[in-house]
């Protein structure tokens, strides 16, 4: 591959901290997991809040969403999908309360990491070939708690930045299907994007054939 993103030094995929509190650990699901989450999310794109492209300032953006536990619009929360159909998001479930604490666990090395932690939204977001994210910061949560992300599918390049500016510095990693992303601590408000896609590079048995599905879990800090 001709991107530089698939030479020398970017092949390595050993974990790494990119930043303090960012830390990325290739590999983290096993295919059996992917492909399950896989099947999970065929059941949530269809509803009660059916997946969509959400608009920010009048312009769809290029990838589609589907939440769980609160409905997230631009730029915030609430239970129901006030600007899709009105209805009430899934809940969040508790296996995947359980798979964050258990993915900061393996991002600190602490085993007690997660245990005040319990994330109560996910936005579920599916690339095709041509979708990408601008820089931006997840600051629409009241809460400072890390954020958890996971990649099934294809692989994408994910841009880190820093917290001042969506500019330079930034660090660009191949994001691949099972790895997991976690940026909390002094990275929790750092700027970060997915500057392009790479089509059919998602393996075989990981359940979805094109595309890209990001999982990130969040703590709202919000109440009803
Ligand atoms: C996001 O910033 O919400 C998604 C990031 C990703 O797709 O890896
Ligand atoms: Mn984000």
């Known amino acids: 591959m001709s991107d530089p993103l698939f030479m020398e030094d970017n092949l390595d995929r050993s974990p790494r901290v990119l930043a303090p509190g960012a830390v990325w650990i290739p590999d983290w699901l096993t ?8 099947a999970r999310f065929h059941e949530w794109r269809d509803g009660p809040v059916p997946i969509r492209s959400a608009k920010v300032r009048g312009h769809e953006m290029s990838v589609q969403t589907v939440c769980l536990g609160w409905h997230w ?5 609430s239970r129901d999908a006030v600007d899709v159909n009105g209805n009430r998001v899934l ?3 508790d296996w995947m309360v359980r798979l964050g604490r258990r993915a900061l666990v393996r991002a600190t090395g602490d085993p007690a990491a997660g245990d005040d932690y319990t994330p109560d939204t996910a936005l579920v977001n599916f690339y095709d070939a041509d979708a990408r994210m601008g820089m931006h910061q997840d600051k629409d949560e009241r809460s400072l ?7 099934i599918g294809d692989t994408c390049t994910f841009r880190f930045g820093n917290t001042r500016t969506r ?5 660009d990693i191949a994001l691949q299907s099972g790895d997991l992303f976690v940026f909390g601590g002094e990275s929790r408000l750092s700027y970060h994007g997915v500057t392009r896609m790479h089509p059919a590079t998602a393996p075989k048995d990981c359940g979805l054939q094109h595309g890209r599905i990001n999982i990130t879990m969040r703590v709202t800090g919000l109440t009803d």
């Open 91 to 93: 809940d969040f479930p």
């Open 145 to 151: 708690a890390p954020v958890v992300s996971l990649s």
């Open 167 to 171: 500019n330079k510095p930034y660090q």
């Open 31 to 38: 295919l059996a997991q992917q492909s399950w989450i896989v």
């Open 73 to 77: 619009r631009p730029y915030a929360y």
